[in-house]
């Protein structure tokens, strides 16, 4: 079994930043496609950003130039980096793991822009 538990969420002003952490248990991490996704309240939950097991990566375009993923795989974790947040990017976060045609995730972590 895989546990993916995110930390790093709370409430900060528009234009503040946020780190958020995925820590994995398990021996898979290393070869996993991982990702950051989102859900708002009423809300489809939409991919924020991906990286590969090699370090590429990708970005919806809402978030572009503000967020970066990383992964640091001898440590098993992985980070969203959130610059220049702002109120739309209100949701709660959740960690995604992605081996051998399953998905795993976390529980989430609330981020709240607000003024």
């Known amino acids: 079994q895989v546990q993916l538990v995110e930390s790093g969420g709370g409430l900060v002003q528009p234009g503040g930043s946020l780190r958020l952490s995925c820590a994995a248990s398990g021996t898979i991490f290393s070869r996993s496609l991982m990702g950051w996704f989102r859900q708002a309240p009423g809300k489809q939950r939409e991919l924020v950003a991906r990286i590969t097991t090699v370090g590429g990566s990708n970005y919806a375009d809402s978030v572009k130039g503000r967020f970066t993923i990383s992964r640091d795989n001898a440590k098993n974790t992985m980070y969203l980096q959130m610059n220049s947040l702002k109120p739309e990017d209100t949701a709660v976060y959740y960690c995604?793991?992605?081996?051998?045609?399953?998905?795993?995730w976390g529980q989430g972590t609330q981020v709240t822009v607000s003024s």
């Open positions: 995604n793991a992605h081996f051998m045609l399953i998905n795993y």
